[in-house]
């Protein structure tokens, strides 16, 4: 019998977790929300991930409104850069650690980001600051944020990313798409990379390379 979603405190974090519907876990999926989102919004790439996985969704911890979250209070000068985001990202980063040793009964395991334009973003620098911890992300019409290191902090880079925009983003413009992409294979990542003529949004299309790029296995 599937086991229902249910919600995971750790403050400052709430999470939604989504069990895995095989009897033992395999793999822990990250899916980070994008600005105005909460922990049910990413539910929709649920379907893009494993069976065998655990997907833990956590809350933005600036709220806007009521069911609203962000990252990074975007209204704020200077929360754009790379530096706001990397404290964010090392504390979701203590806080999932944890999560994850509760789950499964303090096996390790490493894990998979997914994450929507602010979260792409978030997904990004926490894979950048903890390389060997993440085998695949994906940065779905993300960007990278300003003030980012030249080279990696670690030697060897060991994520693969899946990238995905709209060539029409009127939000984050496709160009930062691109960025993304050349900063990644500056620091010998594998990249792929998807684009759609649409606006702020994953297209069908970019949803089924998701799909297939986490059912290829990843390294270890």
Same mark, same amino acid.
């Given at each position: ?39 049910? &919004? ?58 994850? &040793? ?24 926490? &894979? ?93």
């Amino acid at each position: 019998m599937e086991k229902p979603p249910y919600n995971i405190y750790d403050e400052p974090f709430l999470y939604r977790i989504h069990p895995q519907k095989t009897e033992t876990p395999k793999e822990i999926f990250v899916l980070i929300h994008g600005w105005t989102g909460n922990e049910n &919004s990413m539910s929709v790439f649920i379907g893009s991930i494993p069976d065998s996985a655990i997907a833990i969704l956590p809350r933005g911890v600036f709220r806007i409104d009521e069911g609203q979250y962000g990252w990074i209070n975007v209204a704020e000068r200077g929360e754009n850069d790379f530096s706001s985001y990397q404290k964010i990202a090392v504390s979701l980063h203590n806080s999932i650690t944890k999560i994850i &040793s509760n789950l499964t009964n303090n096996m390790e395991y490493k894990v998979n980001l997914i994450g929507f334009s602010q979260g792409g973003a978030l997904s990004l620098v926490y &894979s950048l600051l903890y390389p060997h911890e993440v085998p695949k992300a994906a940065i779905l019409s993300g960007f990278l944020p300003r003030h980012y290191p030249i080279t990696s902090q670690t030697t060897g880079m060991q994520s693969e990313y899946y990238v995905a925009h709209g060539t029409k983003d009127p939000l984050v413009e496709y160009e930062r798409a691109e960025e993304i992409r050349d900063y990644l294979i500056s620091l010998g990542a594998e990249v792929h990379f998807c684009k759609a003529d649409i606006g702020h949004r994953v297209s069908p299309s970019c949803v089924a390379g998701l799909k297939s790029f986490f059912e290829e296995g990843y390294r270890t």
